[in-house]
């Protein structure tokens, strides 16, 4: 199980981090969004994996339960990568219609970078 | 009266002048001067206690841990400054309403002077070098609202910049030397420094704080190199040059070299330093001064010399030198100041204060002239005025000391410079009040009211009886003060005006003669120098500020040269390079845990969000096809959360998934659909080296850390212990969010609010300009759907959504117990009022929303916050959260927490963000009367065969 969790982690970051890296701001907020993906899954991993174990305390008998503080701390990281996915769509949206133009970049000699 | 209140006095009274101001010039004066007559009676109460040998303390610890204390002490060194502070500043007080023109703020004057008054006094009066460094500070900065007190004069303005560059970087050298020297001992307080000159001298870090303070000192005090900038800070009014550059500011580093004198002095690099600076700044100055035209640049080089010659004092570093060196302070703030004065009011008389232009004013101006001659001999030092008294000291003390193996180069240069002394002091007579009376002064001059002349007048009555009768005038005060800078062991103060044929006195007669012989060339001298080519400071000081200037903006420009993308390659690159090293320093321990077995779904989602987010990166350029696969790799994650025991996070992510995914598609209307080939494949292969890379690192961290236990105890078993005893809730992740971590929640909504706040902003700005028109006639790129409304799915959403806020107003209260809550059931709130814009269109919805999200925000903070608050009343810190079981027939026993209440705030500041931020981002694309408002309308000028255009020209 593990392992596939790393893998998907890995595999989530990389395609973020290259989507960043690319020079239109759509695949940029894109890249942003498989990077929240894979930092939230990889905080609430810190908390290590658990199956059948939700920290819902059961009043009638003793059982096992993971981890709550990463699930917490992931919960409103989640709404807050929304509200950041939304303040840089509309920044993008915004360039977009002022300058009529999607290239992040802000050199005069736009190409010469790429 | 206590040491606390005579330092706060003047910060306090600060505002009187500010505020008494519109009561008139008078009044504001009036306030000024009161408090400083108040702190300076407050001084004088504790001075024959001082006298008597007595130190006075008051201690206040502030911040212990840092070293960090309120202490203050008053000894002799103190008393002395902070009389001479205090004192003048009365009269400056009292000379400045006079000088002051009707259109210049008088309030702001005098609050800046009290501001300036209190640092002064702070410093002199600081038994903790941390605090004291701080009342240095507060000097620089008043001090440069005082020089740049006219604004509207550009030299003002240049001359403050100045001050405060070089004082200021003095002072941050100084932060450092201090900082070393209570490292040294031990200790900040000054009296524990004060008496460990052993540990301090035998440090081999000695010579650099030495160093570092005495930068300090010397910018300050203006010594050689650093004494360009006292002229320019010319441009302030005169009384602001009267004070600060006479008596005052530039006398505060010489008081630190007093202060600090115990322990620092009596080494040779002191005595190098510190005594070579003070004789080429005196000469140096001396020298300039006698070829200044401007009466007050004049002055102001004769201090920058006479603040060398006390420096020189107090190099030499015996005992009998530093009693002169205290002597010479206090004679040369009475003499000096009322220089400045006169200058004043010459310049405030005839409107000039180029001595060109000037001459003959003794007829026009006696009184003047008197306090002026007076004040001018006893700068030559001329008997019987009190700079001959100290002047004679000074000239002992140089025929005792040796430099670098010569006897006869310090006595030389002194006298040398002595004679510059006294010849610009004779020109400032000669030029300017002897002479034929001119008939081209460009006002007519004639003697100031006594607003004008008590202040110096009072000055030179002091000069005149301190030279006659030194002992009994200031004998006790410059003892007590001269053994406070001593230290040790007790000096007596005499001094007299005939010593008999003393080498001091011939050396006096040489300077006077030479002097007058000097004044009689000044003119063939004059015209010699003003051909010389000479450094000129301010033009090497522009220069120094232009490269600094150009070399930062080089290096601002070489990092961030517009490109995004290279800002972000440099941040992973750096990111990698920090891991790598971590990486290749570090250990690991070995593997602990057992791996979790794997089963037939879970293989099959991995497949699914593996391929899905491949394919985004594959198919990126086509920007819808990307974003479905976007919401394959949601649905994945949140289906993940659920099977390792996270349902409240699958709850979350599915229903974020929701609205992020409606926000791109909204965003995407309006943007290109493709993303263009640009990058070169030299480019693409990088960014594919650097993400692997990173993708690698990233998942082998975590691999890692999975397979391992917690290093240390884990917290968790805090929260599941107290979460139902405590919290009152057995979803121990909502108990967390609402009450362990309450605050980090309220500050998440908060920071959620501005984010929507700062979206409608921009959506407001965007429309409000041109973009507006654009948007209206926009050419839409892609087929529009002919029935904007289909008619099913607006009778599905009208019928689902009280159903959709059934369902939400249940996770909302369930969340407490189980998997649920107010985040949760807000997004799910907020998906139920977007589908109806999505189904019955922007027109209508608006329509029928009639409480603005900006306020269902606001409101959710606020219900937060009270409740938060409410613990107030209990006696319990803030977000202390309570709760109770009530039982109802015939409902079953229910729990009411503070909690739900709460959490009732995270919801609506949730609805209110997320309906906020897809609200402006709709208003983009509504189009008043051209997209159908009213749901179930049909558009009849749809065409099958290509795109429909929806703007008015089509």
């Not at chain 2, 007669?509 to 060339?521: E, P, Q, R």
Request: with cysteine; aromatic share 10%.
């Amino acid at each position: 199980m593990e392992i596939l969790v790393s893998s998907a982690v890995g595999l989530l970051t990389a395609c973020g981090v290259y989507l960043i890296l690319r020079l239109r701001t759509f695949p940029v907020i894109l890249g942003l969004s498989l990077l929240s993906y894979a930092v939230n899954v990889f905080l609430f991993a810190t908390g290590r994996l658990a199956l059948n174990a939700p920290p819902i305390l059961n009043k009638y008998k003793e059982v096992a339960y993971t981890d709550p503080l990463p699930q917490a701390l992931v919960l409103t990281a989640i709404v807050i990568s929304f509200g950041m996915t939304a303040v840089i769509v509309m920044i993008a949206l915004s360039s977009y219609l002022t300058a009529k133009d999607d290239r992040i970049d802000m050199t005069d000699e736009a190409g010469e970078d790429a | 009266m206590s040491l606390f209140l005579i330092a706060a006095l003047p910060f306090l009274g600060a505002v009187f002048p500010a505020l008494l101001i519109r009561a008139g010039r008078n009044a504001s004066s009036m306030a000024a001067g009161s408090v400083t007559l108040l702190a300076l009676v407050g001084l004088l109460i504790n001075a024959p206690a001082v006298i008597r040998g007595e130190v006075i303390t008051a201690r206040l610890d502030w911040l212990p841990w840092l070293g960090l204390n309120a202490n203050f002490f008053l000894d002799g060194l103190g008393l002395l400054f902070a009389g001479l502070i205090l004192g003048i500043g009365l009269l400056i007080i009292l000379y400045a309403r006079f000088y002051l023109s009707r259109e210049d703020p008088m309030g702001q004057f005098y609050t800046y002077l009290l501001l300036f008054q209190g640092a002064m006094v702070g410093i002199v009066l600081s038994d903790n070098i941390l605090l004291l460094l701080v009342f240095w500070e507060l000097t620089s900065l008043s001090s440069f609202l005082l020089i740049g007190y006219w604004k509207h004069l550009p030299e003002g303005r240049q001359g403050a910049r100045m001050a405060l560059a070089v004082t200021g970087s003095g002072g941050l050298a100084m932060i450092g030397g201090m900082l070393i020297l209570g490292n040294i001992v031990g200790s900040y307080d000054l009296t524990v420094i004060l008496q460990n000159k052993e540990l301090i001298q035998s440090s081999p870090l000695y010579l650099p704080a030495l160093i570092l303070i005495l930068l300090g000192c010397f910018t300050k005090s203006a010594q050689f190199p650093f004494h360009f900038w006292l002229p320019h800070a010319m441009a302030a009014p005169t009384p602001v040059s009267a004070y600060l550059h006479s008596a005052t500011m530039v006398k505060a580093g010489l008081f630190l070299m007093a202060r600090m004198w115990p322990v620092l002095a009596g080494t040779s690099e002191w005595f190098y330093i510190v005594a070579t600076t003070g004789l080429v700044t005196m000469l140096l100055g001396a020298v300039i001064a006698l070829f200044k035209d401007d009466l007050k640049a004049l002055l102001a080089f004769s201090t920058v010399s006479h603040l060398g010659l006390i420096t020189m004092l107090l190099g030499f570093g015996t005992k009998v030198a530093a009693m002169a060196a205290v002597f010479h302070i206090v004679n040369h703030a009475t003499f000096k100041a009322a220089l400045f004065m006169t200058a004043g009011i010459v310049d405030h008389e005839t409107h000039t204060r180029d001595i060109k232009k000037l001459g003959g004013l003794r007829h026009l101006m006696p009184l003047t002239f008197t306090i002026a001659t007076i004040a001018s001999l006893s700068m030559a030092g001329i008997p019987p005025f009190n700079g001959f008294l100290s002047k004679e000291k000074m000239l002992e003390e140089t025929v005792h000391t040796v430099w670098m193996g010569s006897h006869y180069l310090v006595p030389a240069l002194a006298v040398l410079a002595a004679l510059f002394s006294a010849a610009y002091s004779f020109r400032y007579i000669w030029h300017v009040f002897m002479g034929p009376v001119r008939h081209s002064y460009p006002a007519h001059p004639h003697d100031p009211g006594p607003g004008l002349w008590l202040a110096p007048g009072f000055l030179v009555t002091l000069v005149v009886l301190i030279g006659l009768f030194p002992n009994t005038m200031v004998g006790p005060l410059v003892e007590t003060a001269g053994n406070a800078v001593i230290g040790g062991g007790h000096e007596h103060f005499h001094a007299k005006i005939w010593h008999g044929f003393t080498p001091a006195l011939y050396m006096s007669m040489i300077a006077t003669v030479g002097g007058i012989a000097l004044l009689m060339s000044q003119r063939r001298l004059a015209a010699v120098w003003d051909a010389a080519r000479r450094p000129e400071a301010k033009e090497i000081f522009d220069a120094l500020i232009a490269a600094v200037t150009r070399a930062s903006q080089w290096f601002t420009d070489a990092l961030h040269n517009g490109a995004l993308t290279r800002y972000a390659a440099i941040f992973v690159v750096f990111t990698l390079a920090l891991a790598g090293y971590a990486y290749s320093t570090g250990t690991m321990a070995a593997p602990t845990r057992e791996m979790l077995p794997v089963s037939a779904m879970p293989i099959v989602g991995w497949i699914c969000i593996m391929g899905a987010t491949a394919c985004v990166v594959a198919f990126h350029r086509n920007r819808l096809l990307a974003l479905v696969l976007m919401g394959i790799v949601g649905l994945v994650v949140s289906m993940g959360f659920n099977y390792l025991s996270a349902p409240d996070l699958a709850l979350t992510q599915i229903s974020v998934e929701v609205v992020t995914i409606v926000l791109l598609l909204l965003a995407l209307n309006f943007m290109p659909k493709e993303t263009p080939v640009e990058s070169t494949p030299a480019r693409r292969i990088r960014d594919v080296v650097l993400s692997v890379t990173a993708g690698l690192g990233v998942g082998g961290l975590i691999y890692a850390l999975l397979g391992r236990d917690f290093s240390a105890p884990s917290i968790a078993d805090y929260h599941l212990e107290n979460s139902y005893s405590g919290g009152g809730g057995t979803n121990v992740v909502n108990v967390i969010l609402v009450d362990f971590r309450g605050f980090d929640t309220f500050g998440e909504i908060t920071v959620l609010g501005i984010a929507a706040v700062v979206i409608y902003a921009l959506t407001e700005a965007i429309l409000s300009s041109r973009v507006r028109a654009r948007l209206l006639n926009r050419v839409m790129d892609t087929p529009q759907a002919g029935d904007a409304h289909p008619l099913m799915m607006v009778v599905a959403t009208r019928v689902m959504m009280p159903i959709a806020l059934m369902v939400a107003a249940y996770i909302f209260f369930r969340g407490h117990n189980l998997p649920g809550g107010g985040f949760i059931a807000g997004l799910i709130a907020a998906i139920a009022v977007i589908m109806q814009y999505m189904a019955s269109g922007f027109g209508w919805a608006a329509e029928r929303q009639r409480i603005p999200y900006h306020g269902i925000i606001g409101s959710g903070v606020l219900v937060a916050a009270v409740t938060g608050m409410g613990a107030w009343f209990n006696g319990l810190p803030f977000l202390t959260s309570a709760f109770g079981y009530v039982h109802i027939e015939p409902l079953e026993e229910f729990e009411l927490a503070t909690a739900a209440l709460f959490d009732l705030g995270v919801f609506l500041a949730v609805v209110g963000a997320v309906m906020l931020a897809l609200e402006s981002l709709a208003r983009f694309a509504w189009q008043p009367g051209i997209i159908p408002e009213h749901p179930m309308d049909i558009n009849p000028e749809r065409d099958e065969d290509g795109p429909q255009t929806s703007g008015q020209e089509a």
